[in-house]
């Protein structure tokens, strides 16, 4: 067997070993049925236990109340950039966005193809380093919904809790830590996550959303792109990515095991812990985002120049750490550590920081 590395990468990332030994055993034959799970109907029993014991797991971990939907979709995160607001937005109102990151930044773009957008705020200035404060927040009480991104996986700052956004709809692109801790699912209107990052292979979109906003919904849109098809046909309008769902129901499983999602903050936090302490013990390395705003998921942090950056990022996947470079935007280093990603590999990666500092330093 070829041995596996510490995969720190920001998405498609990092699947629990147990998840894919299983989804290999089940490669050729699904047991009892002699067929793997991309080779069956979506409409067949088995894949209807797959895909309700998909929803189950996400209902118990997330806590999802009975009056929202959990929709398997796709398109991605991408697409739920636009259709969120083609579903929402209206000329005659507007939707609050509040901005802290490069995923924010393209929702707006794409909102406004389709109505008003209102930057509630917009952290841009700073280098999106950081979250706003609630009382940074131009909210408009009259606004269709507000759409946060709850992790900028790009930069590396998180939400650590909801905006207060009285009666109006949360929206939430969750893409990047969802799963990674338990959250009140009730403040939101609608979450959306493409399933890459935390839960899954690419290809699924994961739409959460309550059952009172479908009446909102436009009329005249393509029937794909409308909500209320998928609440109405869950999720089997047409044919699904069966792989995906398959292995969204294996992790739920995977995540259960490991205590639900209070336990996986906790793990997240130890991990993230780590490497926070690294970048603080010393001025060598540089934390790009504020303290209070870090991400537990993607930590991102900068060295004396850029050289050392691409030196340490090479020699690190020669080490056995792969997908450490930041994003090609933003450049620095992003050390991307969701829940399948375990603690030895964090473990591993603060050795391999000091021992380049005292290299290079
Ligand atoms: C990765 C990511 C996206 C884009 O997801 P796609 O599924 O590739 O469209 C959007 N938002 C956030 C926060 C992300 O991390």
Known sequence: MT???????AGPAVIPVPVLEEAQRD???LPGVGMSVMEISHRSKTFDEIISGADAGLRELLNIPKDYAVLFLQGGASLQFAMVPMNFLSL?????????????????????KFGQVNLAANTADGGFTRVPAQDELQLDPGAAYVHITSNETIGGVEFKSEPAVGDVPLVCDASSNILSRPIPVEKYGLIYAGAQKNMGPSGVTLVIMREDLLPRVREGLATMLDYRTHVKDKSLHNTPNTWGIYIINLVCKWLKEKGGLAAMQRENEAKARLLYDAIDSTDFYRGHADPDSRSNMNVTFRLPSEDLEKKFAS??????????????SVGGIRASI????????????????KQFEEKNG
């Not at 041995?3 to 990468?9: A, M, P, T, V, W």
């Not at 969701?338 to 920081?353: D, H, K, Q, S, T």
Request: proline share 2%.
């Open 338 to 353: 969701y829940n399948a990603f375990p603690r030895a590999g964090c473990e591993a990666l603060v050795g391999f920081m």
């Open 27 to 29: 490669l050729l034959a």
């Open 92 to 112: 005659d109102r507007s939707a609050d966005y509040v901005v802290t990151g490069s995923w924010g930044k393209k929702a707006v773009k794409e909102a406004q």
């Open 3 to 9: 041995e596996r590395i510490f995969n720190f990468s």
């Open 315 to 328: 020699e690190a996947t020669a080490a056995g750490m792969d997908g450490l470079k930041g994003h090609r």
